[in-house]
């Protein structure tokens, strides 16, 4: 395996196209196969963010707030 990263973006300029929930289950396979991920979210909902966390992260970042 090549030590050269590999860069996957997910676009789309419309809404509600499935972007977010793509790129969080390419994230989780990647991180299954052994791989470093960096998942890097640009939407001001932290969707992606929210979607990669386990139900206990999520709700400890909640309590948090």
Do not use: C, H, W
């Not at 793509?22 to 979607?51: E, F």
């Amino acid at each position: 395996m090549s030590n050269t990263p590999t860069v996957v973006s997910v676009i789309n300029l419309k809404g509600g196209v499935g972007k977010t929930t793509v790129t969080a289950l390419l994230a989780r396979y990647a991180a299954r196969q052994g791989l470093d991920v960096l998942a890097v979210d640009l939407d001001p909902q932290a969707n992606l963010s929210q979607a990669l966390m386990t139900t206990d992260d999520y709700t400890k970042f909640m309590d948090e707030r």
